[in-house]
């Protein structure tokens, strides 16, 4: 789902088979401008911006082209444990699993994964003996209040959030009871992802401003982040905050607990971009999509967030087929 904002999307553009139009309920979406054959290759996202794979899969899943080891296509190399034996670790990190050789030197290559699992994932395993609530944040709806949970209570919400972070004293007294766990901890492990992104790609662009100062001659240099992928073309994207929180009320406080856990968990180099966490929530309904087993697509093994594929809103009577490649 798209933003209906009239901003031109230039990983988008010129396009043969399609261009963008603003609708009424689905803010910008592409529309086809000829008649496209069946199996035509009408675009490729090459990498999420931000992705998680469930903890129960990953040894299963390859953390660079999300293979499935125990697909039915699976190649017989796997062996009847059904997962995958190459693995990169390291002491304190999440060991990350592949289907080959190849995909794992692709992965070691990416500074972002690198950035990303050299922080001590062991400390976000954290224990104790109550499960806080956030009685100070949420706010109920007002009598007589229609549609439930409104945008001036969200804001209000995440403000008293703010308030809670930017005290060092509350937050490490609240931090000391918060207990992370199971598909928080999973969304919280995908915010983490997009928060290294945008680091990352705010990184690529400051060296690429300094070598095009230096040499503005060769033309050839490519060190620009992921267009198709970067926190500005996800900034793009429709917010559906609102319509999720009303519809999910329950979301609103978790979405308070993982921001606070990032606030403290994350290196204090990463902690500046801590607003990442709301932005990115605000989108991911509606413009995330599972990654799943492959074969019946029975098993949804994760999640990611594809910018560019999410203006194809599959609102057509012969919708296109996303596929995965190896």
């Known amino acids: 789902m798209s933003s209906s904002t009239s901003a031109p999307v230039p990983l988008l553009e010129g396009s043969s088979f399609f261009r963008i139009r603003t609708t009424s309920y689905g803010g910008r979406s592409l529309f086809a401008i000829c008649d496209i054959e069946p199996g035509t290759l009408i675009h490729s996202s090459k990498s999420p911006?931000?992705?998680?794979i469930y903890k129960d899969y990953r040894k299963e899943v390859c953390a660079q082209c999300f293979t499935y080891s125990a697909s039915d296509q699976a190649p017989p190399t796997v062996g009847l444990s059904r997962t995958w034996n190459i693995k990169w670790s390291r002491e304190g990190a999440t060991t990350a699993w592949f289907c080959s050789d190849v995909c794992k030197d692709i992965w070691e290559c990416d500074e972002m994964l690198k950035e990303q699992l050299g922080n001590n994932s062991n400390r976000w395993r954290i224990k104790s003996r109550s499960r806080p609530c956030f009685p100070v944040l949420i706010m109920s709806?007002?009598?007589g209040m229609t549609g439930g949970i409104g945008k001036g209570t969200i804001d209000a919400a995440w403000e008293r959030a703010e308030a809670l972070v930017a005290s060092r004293a509350d937050l490490a007294l609240f931090y000391s009871t918060l207990h992370i766990e199971g598909m928080e901890l999973e969304i919280a492990r995908s915010l983490a992802a997009a928060i290294v992104r945008r680091y990352c790609d705010e990184r690529s662009q400051a060296s690429s401003s300094d070598l095009k100062a230096v040499d503005t001659l060769?033309?050839?240099?490519?060190?620009?982040?992921?267009?198709d992928e970067s926190w500005a073309q996800l900034l793009r994207l429709q917010t559906s905050e609102a319509c999720n929180i009303q519809t999910r009320p329950y979301m609103l406080t978790a979405y308070l607990r993982i921001y606070v856990f990032l606030s403290n968990a994350l290196p204090k180099h990463l902690r500046r971009y801590i607003s990442?966490?709301?932005e990115v929530l605000?989108?991911?309904?509606?413009?995330?999509?599972?990654?799943?087993?492959?074969?019946?697509?029975d098993e949804m093994m994760g999640w990611g967030i594809w910018v560019s594929a999410s203006y194809f809103n599959h609102s057509a009577s012969e919708s296109p087929a996303k596929l995965t490649y190896e």
């Open 49 to 52: 911006f931000a992705h998680v």
């Open 141 to 143: 709806p007002r009598n």
């Open 218 to 227: 060769d033309s050839t240099r490519n060190n620009e982040p992921r267009s």
């Open 276 to 278: 990442t966490v709301r």
């Open 282 to 297: 605000s989108r991911d309904t509606g413009n995330a999509f599972g990654i799943w087993d492959g074969d019946r697509r």
